[in-house]
């Protein structure tokens, strides 16, 4: 049982304490793709990773998507998606996400946690988010 006291603390330590997604300021946080000001909650996403696990912060699921390709370290992120009804933030690999949304950047998609009827998985998702290379 110490071992495992040890290694939450290496994990913390090694991570700045931070492992979740963090709060965004609304109207004052810009995304790291597009540099438009977040103001919508229900469509923010968030990546954390690279070198030294910072948190960048995106106004649309397709600036994030778009951007983390870009990424060499891209495989290895955490993203985050904000509900489209909540504004909670869900793991965007298990999410669900439900087209014909106006969004930031116009990619037109808004997280769920909850399957509907029109809802894809996120492996659908990222094929249609590359198809649109600008959001607008």
């Not at 913390?12 to 995304?31: F, H, N, S």
Request: charged share 25%.
């Amino acid at each position: 049982m110490k071992w495992l006291s040890v290694l939450v603390l290496l994990v913390i330590g090694c991570t700045g304490g931070q492992i979740g997604p963090v709060e965004i300021t609304l109207d004052r946080d810009k995304c790291d793709r597009c540099q438009m000001t977040i103001s919508d909650k229900y469509y923010a996403a968030q990546v954390r990773g690279g070198p030294k696990n910072k948190v960048f912060l995106f106004d649309d699921i397709g600036c994030a998507m778009h951007w983390l390709n870009k990424q060499s370290w891209g495989d290895n992120a955490k993203i985050w998606v904000a509900d489209y009804k909540t504004g909670d933030f869900l793991d965007a690999s298990t999410a669900q996400y439900v087209p014909e949304q106006i969004t930031p950047m116009d990619f037109g998609f808004g997280a769920t946690s909850v399957p509907t009827e029109k809802s894809i998985d996120f492996n659908t998702l990222k094929p249609k988010l590359f198809a649109k290379k600008h959001g607008h």
